[in-house]
């Protein structure tokens, strides 16, 4: 998506070991997010940030923690990943009308 | 607590059979409420913002329209290309978040 770029797009990992997905926007919006994507849940907010070094938790918080060091990046970090943390991860950026997500991240985790 | 219910979680129409979607919210001070389109392997795309009740917009075969409780996806004469998972979301006075439904995934048969 333009503006909004997420890497890796797919990552598998082991149980135990740290995990961080990057999410990079090019728009200079001051609010970003990250959700999490599964089947019957729908998209449900992890963290989210609102502006460099501010951030707060979402709704399904546990087992995560953001940072957000300039307005361009804000990264998500799984400090001990779990299988229940099989997951798409987007993130999002908000301006204007509308919030851009981007292409996603899926992780697994083994 | 804000929530977003959207039905039928699925639904299969034929080419040119047109139909709804619905999606029941409560919030605390509807700040919008966005329709977005997400085919398989892709994040969310942005299609429309509802601001207030009674506003409607168009795009395209889609109309989306909105009262106090609900909003509704009107598909008029589909084709096979409409298919895809169709997301609603809100956003209430209390934040910048958006809280997702679940999506309902539409296939449009030739």
């Known amino acids: 998506d333009a503006g909004i770029t997420q890497s890796p797009r797919h990552k598998v990992t082991e149980t135990g070991t740290p995990v961080t997905l990057r999410c990079h926007q090019t728009e200079n919006h001051r609010y970003m997010y990250w959700y999490r994507q599964d089947p019957g849940h729908g998209l449900r907010l992890i963290h989210y940030s609102y502006g460099v070094k501010d951030t707060d938790k979402g709704e399904v918080s546990d087992g995560y923690s953001v940072s957000r060091s300039k307005t361009e990046d804000f990264l998500l970090t799984l400090e001990s990943a779990t299988s229940s943390q099989t997951s798409v991860y987007f993130c999002a950026i908000s301006g204007g009308d509308g919030y851009t997500f981007g292409s996603g991240t899926r992780l697994t985790v083994v | 607590e804000d929530q977003v219910t959207q039905s039928p979680e699925a639904l299969r129409l034929q080419e040119g059979e047109s139909s709804s979607l619905n999606c029941s919210y409560t919030v605390s001070g509807l700040r919008g409420l966005f329709w977005y389109r997400q085919d398989p392997g892709k994040g969310p795309e942005f299609l429309f913002t509802l601001y207030s009740a009674g506003e409607e917009k168009e795009k395209e075969r889609l109309k989306a329209t909105l009262t106090k409780k609900e909003s509704f996806l009107h598909i008029t004469a589909p084709k096979p290309e409409d298919s895809a998972t169709y997301l609603c979301?809100?956003?209430?006075?209390?934040?910048?978040?958006?809280?997702f439904g679940s999506g309902t995934r539409l296939l449009v048969r030739p």
């Open positions: 979301a809100v956003r209430g006075d209390s934040s910048y978040k958006l809280i």
